[in-house]
């Protein structure tokens, strides 16, 4: 079992900055990959970011590419969502993610355990 506790969210005015924290206490952080989603209202859940358990491997989705950076920290069991020049349409509830299998990284249902998740609100 692992479990994941996001903080890190609140309001910013549209092109500001935020770093979402999702730390994780349980089994072996490091053997996990991570990701992070959002899921704004009436809309689906969707796929934001995700690191490989090493850290080696990266991936963003098209809409955060240039603006955000997940980044982990294996020593201190957390894993990072820095969020830049922040729009409207960011507006979501942001989750955490872990997963041990070989999955996709971009699909909802390769991740095994799930944060309660952070509300991000950005005003125009």
């Known amino acids: 079992q692992v479990q994941l506790v996001e903080s890190g969210g609140g309001l910013v005015q549209a092109g500001g900055s935020l770093r979402l924290s999702c730390a994780a206490s349980?089994?072996?952080?490091?053997?996990?990959?991570m990701g992070w989603f959002r899921q704004a209202p009436g809309k689906e859940r969707e796929f934001v970011a995700a690191?490989?358990?090493?850290?080696?491997?990266?991936y963003h989705a098209d809409s955060v590419k240039g603006r955000f950076t997940i980044s982990r920290d294996n020593a201190k069991n957390t894993v990072y969502l820095q969020m830049n020049s922040l729009k409207p349409e960011d507006t979501a509830v942001y989750y955490c993610?872990?997963?041990?299998?070989?999955?996709?990284?971009?699909?909802?249902?390769?991740?095994?355990?799930w944060g309660q998740g952070t509300q991000v609100t950005v005003s125009s």
């Open positions: 349980g089994r072996t952080f490091s053997s996990y990959a």
């Open positions: 993610a872990a997963k041990e299998n070989s999955g996709s990284y971009y699909r909802i249902t390769t991740y095994d355990y």
């Open positions: 690191i490989s358990w090493s850290g080696g491997s990266i």
